[in-house]
Nanobody, 120 residues
Framework: QVQLVESGGGLVQAGGSLRLSCAAT????????MGWYRQAPGKQRGLVAI???????KYADSVKGRFTISRDNTKNTVYLQMNSLKPEDTSVYYC??????????????WGQGTQVTVSS
């Protein structure tokens, strides 16, 4: 079993930055894809960014140029550097991981979520 432990959320003013971290622990083997999704109140969960073991990335259009996803495979940890934050980025951010390349958000493992609040 794999556990995902997130950290780094919080309250920040618009234009500010935050860095989220997610460490995978437990019975880890061949975690191929790791990434971040977010869900705001009353809205569906949506993709933020994902990264594969090989470093291939995918971003939501709304965060391109502002957010950067990276990964340390030796530590089974994924990071999300969020710059130029906007109030509309306010959400609960969830870490996700899978041994393959899931379609949509059909990931096997999910973190507990971390709140990011951007004030105007």
């Amino acid at each position: 079993q794999v556990q995902l432990v997130e950290s780094g959320g919080g309250l920040v003013q618009a234009g500010g930055s935050l860095r989220l971290s997610c460490a995978a622990t437990g019975t880890i083997f061949s975690i191929h894809t790791m990434g971040w999704y977010r869900q705001a109140p009353g809205k569906q969960r949506g993709l933020v960014a994902i990264i594969t073991t090989g470093g291939n990335t995918k971003y939501a259009d709304s965060v391109k140029g502002r957010f950067t996803i990276s990964r340390d495979n030796t530590k089974n940890t994924v990071y999300l550097q969020m710059n130029s934050l906007k109030p509309e980025d306010t959400s609960v951010y969830y870490c996700a991981a899978d041994h393959g390349a899931p379609a949509g958000d059909e990931y096997t493992y999910w973190g507990q979520g971390t709140q990011v609040t951007v004030s105007s």
